[in-house]
C-alpha cells in the first residue's frame, strides 16, 4: 500500500518522535544544504534523544521511507538532502556528554557543534584534532559522516583518525553486521591492501582499509565517511588532542598556485612538526576589505610549524617572499579569510561560482601537476575557477563558473572529464566533503569493478533496505539529476540576489563575534537564519513547493528577521536579507496588493508622524504618560504593551540651533531621529568641535533619509522621500564642507539604501570618521571603562574601526558588544516580537552590561539607547556627548 505524508507522521509520532514538521515552510528550510542540489524532503525530524534515532529507523521500515541524516546542512556534495525523512539532530542531540581528561577523550552526541567541544576541552588543556573552515557549525556527527579534516589535519589527522568508538545503528534488517563484513574483507585482502587507504585524503567509496586484520578491523573508523549510507551515530567517543600554543603562521608568496603546490613536497620533507599548509588565491583575498598585508604573489601557502621549523620553512619554499606573522589578531583575521575560503570564491569571478567538483585530492607529490592540468581542463570547457584549500595533504578546494543553461550537460561533461585527468594523478574525487550526489556516479571512473562490488556488498550488508541516505555512494543517482536552480526563473533583480546564498551557513553558528544572526542566535531555528530566509525566498521566486512572496511560508521566514545588515558584511557570498526583506514586503503588499498591517503605515511612516507631533511635543508627551492613552496608543500602532514609547524632543534639534549666521566648518545632518528625539547628539557634536576650534552648524531643511519606509518595504514612497533628501543634501555635500550624520541607521541608509533605489551617492560621514578626516584631537579618556554597542547598521554597513580606534587613542579601555541590541527600529516594538527582542539582548548587550557596572554604555543609535533603557534601566552616551563630557568648562 502506497504510504502518504500523513501515514509516515503518524508512524513516526506513534513511536514517541514528537518533534516532526511536514510543513511547508520545514520541507522548503530543508530542501537544500550547500550544495548544488534540491530534493524536497516529506518530513522532517528533531529527535530529542537518541532513542527516537531508533524510532525513526523503526517508522521508515514500516512506511518504506528513506532517512537522510543532516548535521548543519553544510554539506557541499548533496550529501544532506532526501526524499524521505531528513533528520536534524543539532536542535535538541548537541551535548557534550562527558570529558575524560585523564583519558583525553570525550563522548559526544552527534549534533555537537564542533566549536562547542573545543569550548569544552580547552580548559583541559585538549582540543579535538580536525578542523574543518566550517568548524563554528558543522557537527562532530556530519564531521564523522564526511570524514572531515580541515585545515590542521596535517598535525592532528582526520575524522577517522580521532573516533575511538561509536554508538551506531545500522539500517533495518541488518544482522551479523561485523562478522560479514569481516568474512567479506578476508575474501579480497589483497585488492582491499593495494587498492584502499594509498594516501591520506583518498576518501572516496567506502575506506575499506580499516577492516583489515592489521588494522584491527576497526568497524568504527571504516563508518566514518560512509555518508551516513549504512549507519546512523546515536553517540561517539572521540579522540582529543593536547592544544600546542607553539604554532607560527609563515606565509609565502609565489607567481601562481601552481607554484605554490611545487613547494609542498620539500616543505613536508623540512618540517615534520607542520601542522598546516594552506594554499590560497590572491582573488579570494582580494575581495576582504583590510585584509593583512601579504607577501608579493598571485597565491599564498599559509605554513603553520612550531617556531624551531620556521627558518627551514623559508630556507625550502623558493617562494618570492615570506612573511613571519607573529600578531596573534592578524595571524587569527588571515586564518578568518582562509575558512571564508568557500563563500568568498563563490563571488570571485566575473560570474557566480559553484561547488560540484569541489574537493578532489591526489598524493601531495602530484599537486602542481594536478593544478596544471586541472586549469587547462578548465579553459578547455570555457571555465574559471579559484583553487585554494589543504594543500599539504593534496587536498584542493575549487569554486566553479558553471552555467546550467544547458540544463547540465556541460556540468556533466566537466566532471566527467575532471574524474578521467584525476586518475592519471592516483586521485581521488573527494579529499574530505564525500562523494554524493556530486560525485558517487564518478566512483566508477576511480575504482574497478571489484571495488564497486565490495562498495554494494558493504551497503547490502549494512543496510539491506537501501533507506539509508540512497542515491549516494552505491547505485547512485545521476549527478545532473536534481540540480537546484541557480538563474532566477521570475524577471524579478530579487530573485537573481536570493540566490547568492549557497548554503555556507556561517549564519548559523551558535556563537559569534560578529552581528549575523541576531535573531538565530535567540532562536535556533533553522527559519531564522540567514540561509534558511534565503532558501525560502529561493522556492518563493523558482515558483515551486512557496507559491510567491504572498506565501504563508514567505511571511513565516522573514517575520524574526531584524533586518540589521549584519549578513551584509558577515555572510561571506553576500547575502543582504534586509534588503531582500524590505523587496519581498514591497512585492506582497504593493505589487500583489496584500493589506498591510496597521504597524507598517505607523512605525513605518514613523518621522512624517514625529513631524506631525512636532509643534505640541510637550502635550503630546505628557498625553503619553497617562496609561489609558498609552495602552490605546499601542494598541492601535501594534506596539507591545511592555514596550516604553519614546518622548519626543520638547525642541528638534532644527529649531533649537537657529538659522546658520556664519558658513561652517561642518555641516551636521538632522536626520529623522536626532531631530525629533536625541536632539542632545546634536548639541554635544556643536558643542565639542567648538572646543577644538571646528564651527559646526546644523542644515536646517528636512532631508528624512526614508529608513521606516524602506524596512517596512514601502518602497515606492521611500524612493521618492530619498530622492528629496539627495535634492536637499547634494549642495551641502557638494560645497566642499563635510557633512556629518549622528544616527547610524540613517546614515547607513545614506550609504546602502539611497544608491539601490536612486543611484546617487552622498559623501556623508560619521562623527568618528569626522573627528579622524579631520585629524582633530581627542579628549583624554585615560582610565575609562567603555561598553560600546555599534549600532547593528553601524557595524554592517559603516564600520566601526574608527570609532574604536579614537577611543584607544584617547585612552579608553573599550568592550565592544557584538551583535544586535533586539530591538532594531519598529522590529523590538512590535506585537509578537517582544520575547524575541529580549533573547537577542541576552546573547551580548545585556550580559555586557551587567559585567561592566562601572563603565560607560556608548550607544549612538536610538534603537540600542531606547533598548537599553527599557530592558536594563541604562543610560547611554553617543560617542559626541562622551567627547563633549570632557570639555574643560
Partial sequence: MTQTPLDLVAALRRRGVTDVDDSTLARALYSSDASLYRVVPQVVVRPRHADELDAI??????????????????????????????????????????????????????GVVHADLQRAAAPHGLRFGPDPSTHTRCTIGGMIGNNACGSRALGYGRTSDNVVALDAAYGPGAADVEARLAALVDQHLAHIRTTFGRF?????????????????????????????????????????????????????????????????????????????????????????????????????????????ETAAVVGAAGAREHRLVEDAREAAALWRIREDGAGLAARSLSRPAYSGWEDAAVPPERLGAWLRDFDELLKEHGLDGVPYGHFGDGCVHVRIDFLFDDGGRSFRDFLTAAAVKLREHGGSLSGEHGDGRARSELLSLMYDEESLALFGAVKAICDPGNLLNPGNIVDPAPLDADLRPTRPRAALALAGEVHRCTGVGKCVAPRTNGVMCPSYLATREEKDSTRGRSRVLQEAVDGTLVKGFADPAVAEALDLCLACKGCASDCPTGVDMATYKAEALHQKHDVLGERRPRGHLILGQLPRWAALAAPVAPLANRMMRLKSVQRMAKATAGIDQRRSIPAFAPKTLRRSVGVPDVVPDVWIWADSFSDHFFPGNGHAAIDWLASVGVTARVIRDDACCGLTWVTTGQLDQARSIMERAVRTLTPYVESGVPVVGLEPSCLATLRSDVPELTGSHLDVLSFAELVERLDLPVPDLAGLQVV???????????????????????GATVTQVAGCCG???????????????????????????????????????????????????????????????????
Avoid at 244 to 263: I, N
Avoid at 268 to 273: K, T
Avoid at 837 to 862: I, K, Q, Y
Fill in 57 to 110: 529507523l523503526d517508522a521508515s521500515a514500516e512506511t518504506g521511507t528513506p532517512v537522510t541524516m543532516r548535521g548543519a546542512g553544510t554539506s557541499i556534495a548533496g550529501n544532506a538532502v532526501g526524499a524521505g525523512i531528513v533528520v536534524d539532530t543539532l536542535r535538541h542531540l548537541s551535548n557534550v556528554v562527558s570529558i575524560d581528561a585523564e583519558a583525553r577523550t570525550a563522548v559526544v552526541q552527534p
Fill in 200 to 308: 591520506t585524503r583518498q576518501v572516496s567509496g567506502y575506506s575499506l582499509e580499516h577492516l583489515l586484520p592489521e588494522h584491527g578491523r576497526s568497524l568504527d573508523r571504516f563508518l566514518v565517511g560512509s555518508e551516513g549510507t549504512l549507519a546512523v551515530v546515536r553517540s561517539a567517543t572521540v579522540r582529543l588532542v593536547a592544544d600546542d600554543p607553539d604554532r607560527h603562521l609563515v606565509v609565502l608568496g609565489f607567481p601562481s598556485m601552481a607554484e605554490a603546490a611545487d613547494a609542498v613536497p620539500a616543505l613536508l620533507a623540512v618540517a615534520p612538526g607542520m601542522t598546516a599548509c594552506e594554499g590560497l588565491d590572491s582573488r579570494i583575498v582580494d575581495l576582504v576589505t583590510g585584509a593583512p598585508t601579504l607577501p608579493r604573489g598571485a597565491g599564498w601557502l599559509f605554513v603553520e610549524v612550531p617556531a624551531a
Fill in 788 to 810: 560600546a554597542q555599534p549600532h547593528c547598521h553601524h557595524a554592517s554597513i559603516l564600520g566601526w574601526a574608527a570609532d574604536k580606534r579614537l577611543l584607544e587613542r584617547a
Fill in 823 to 889: 530591538l532594531a527600529g519598529n522590529f523590538g516594538m512590535e506585537q509578537g516580537h517582544y520575547e524575541v527582542s529580549v533573547a537577542v539582548a541576552e546573547t551580548h548587550l545585556l550580559p555586557a552590561v551587567r559585567a561592566n557596572p562601572d563603565a560607560v554604555v556608548l550607544a549612538d543609535g536610538m534603537s540600542c539607547r531606547v533598548q537599553l533603557d527599557d530592558l536594563a534601566g541604562t543610560p547611554t552616551m553617543h560617542l559626541a556627548e562622551l567627547f563633549a563630557s570632557r570639555i574643560e568648562r
